[in-house]
Nanobody, 125 residues
Framework: QVQLVESGGGLVQPGGSLRLSCAAS????????MGWFRQAPGKEREFVAA????????YYTDSVKGRFTISRDNAKNTVYLQMNSLKPEDTAVYYC????WGTGYEVDDGKYDYWGQGTQVTVSS
């Protein structure tokens, strides 16, 4: 069992930045691909970013490329999502998740097994 807890969400103005954290417990996540997803009101959950087990490979959805950066610290059992140049359309609940068998390029949320409870990100002036 892996427990994931996201933090760092909040209200930010357009153009601002936030750094989300996902702290894992119960088991080391160094053997898992890690991903971030988001769900806006009235919309389906969508893939945002993923990172390979070593952290050497990353993958992003097109809408966040160049603005978001996913990283991980396996020693701290934590994954991060640095979000810059935020836009109102980035408003959503953000979730982190583990992927035990993937390569780091899976966008289907069905490939991910453990999920956090989510953290709200609101981008508004």
């Amino acid at each position: 069992q892996v427990q994931l807890v996201e933090s760092g969400g909040g209200l930010v103005q357009p153009g601002g930045s936030l750094r989300l954290s996902c702290a894992a417990s119960g088991r080391s996540v160094r053997t898992y691909v890690m991903g971030w997803f988001r769900q806006a009101p009235g919309k389906e959950r969508e893939f945002v970013a993923a990172i390979t087990r070593s952290g050497g490979g990353t993958y992003y959805t097109d809408s966040v490329k160049g603005r978001f950066t996913i990283s991980r610290d396996n020693a701290k059992n934590t994954v991060y999502l640095q979000m810059n140049s935020l836009k109102p359309e980035d408003t959503a609940v953000y979730y982190c998740a583990t992927n035990a068998w993937g390569t780091g390029y899976e966008v289907d949320d069905g490939k991910y097994d453990y999920w956090g409870q989510g953290t709200q990100v609101t981008v508004s002036s």
